[in-house]
């Protein structure tokens, strides 16, 4: 478990409870409110550190399961796959694989496996990876389509087209998740990779697309943003601008959406992983469920 002690509570899949302020509530007391504070604050502490529990246990299942010795391994972002990296590095440290080349998806996972004593390579279109495993944003039942780079990397990159990359390029691959990314009827938003030149006339195609279903937004660099993305909106090292299609409706197909956005001029990628044989490593009340596509309903 000592690669636990190394994960950073903090991250996104272990959210704290915000605690209330103290104050009179009618006839209540300081004294009750604050002890009802610590009682709360303790109850949220616990759970998150039973969701860091639960992704450890399934990153562990998931190295355990899938990575042998002499492979080429996919090192994905998120908290679930920086904790896969960690023990992996421990099981190289313990002799209990060895010969593994990690292909980090992003500085972060890089970063982690240097830290973990992996033998990294950058990732370079045409690599041969045997195996990849990876954070998802969420996944939708049945299909297991999943969704990638909602999140913000701290150097302003999205991490989804180095990503993506990856998992396209392995010949298996598994998703590590919580079980409340799991579901159906997805809502939020998708990240679609656009060219810089005319990118105005790609957001009001897509904008046209999912008329009354979705808001078009550029990502901004820093900061938030308006749908132009604000003062600093984010470009990537290739000139490419990011926008962020943020779904007021349930999405029902994840699969036409991608293939939807797939035909707009303008559209370089997005970040929906649809049509790819993958494994789902989820974590759900104290066990770990493996999915794939022949079970892919959680029981």
């Known amino acids: 478990m000592d690669a636990i002690a190394g994960a950073s509570v903090s991250s ?17 007391a300081p004294a009750t409110v604050r002890r009802r504070s610590r009682r709360r604050a303790v109850t949220c502490a616990a759970a998150a550190d039973a969701d860091v529990v639960g992704l450890f ?3 562990k299942l998931t190295v355990d399961r899938f990575v042998e010795s ?15 990296i960690q023990y992996l590095g421990t099981r190289l440290r313990r002799g209990s694989l060895t010969g593994i080349l990690g292909i980090p998806s992003s500085t972060i996972s890089a970063s982690e496996a240097e830290k973990a004593g992996i033998h990294v390579s950058s990732y370079e279109e045409g690599t041969q990876i045997d195996f990849a495993f990876t954070d998802a944003d969420i996944i939708e039942e049945d299909t297991m389509t999943a969704v990638i780079g909602r999140r ?22 598994a998703f590590i998740i919580g079980h409340e ?23 009001e195609e897509i904008d046209d697309l999912f008329l009354g279903d979705a808001e078009v937004w550029r990502r901004p660099s820093i900061g938030t943003a308006g749908p132009l993305g604000g003062d600093f909106p984010l ?3 290739e000139g490419h601008h990011v926008l962020d299609v943020i779904f007021t409706t349930p999405i029902l197909d994840l699969g036409k959406v991608a293939e939807r956005l ?3 001029a303008g559209v370089v990628d997005h970040g929906i992983v ?9 974590a759900l009340n104290g066990e770990v469920q493996v999915l794939d596509e022949k079970s892919s309903v959680i029981p």
């Open 12 to 28: 996104s899949s272990a959210r704290l409870c915000p605690c209330p302020r103290l104050r009179r509530i009618g006839n209540v």
């Open 57 to 59: 246990d399934a990153a």
């Open 70 to 84: 002499g492979m080429v391994v996919g090192l994905g972002s998120g908290p679930a796959s920086g904790l896969a």
């Open 152 to 173: 913000k990397t701290e150097s302003g990159e999205p991490s989804f087209m180095v990503e993506k990359g990856i998992v396209k390029s392995a010949d298996k691959l």
């Open 181 to 203: 990314k799991y579901v159906k009827g997805i809502e939020g938003s998708i990240p679609v990779l656009v060219k810089s030149a005319n990118w105005i006339d790609t957001a």
């Open 235 to 237: 470009v990537t090292k």
């Open 262 to 264: 797939e035909k707009i």
């Open 274 to 282: 649809s049509s790819i044989p993958s494994y789902v490593v989820v």
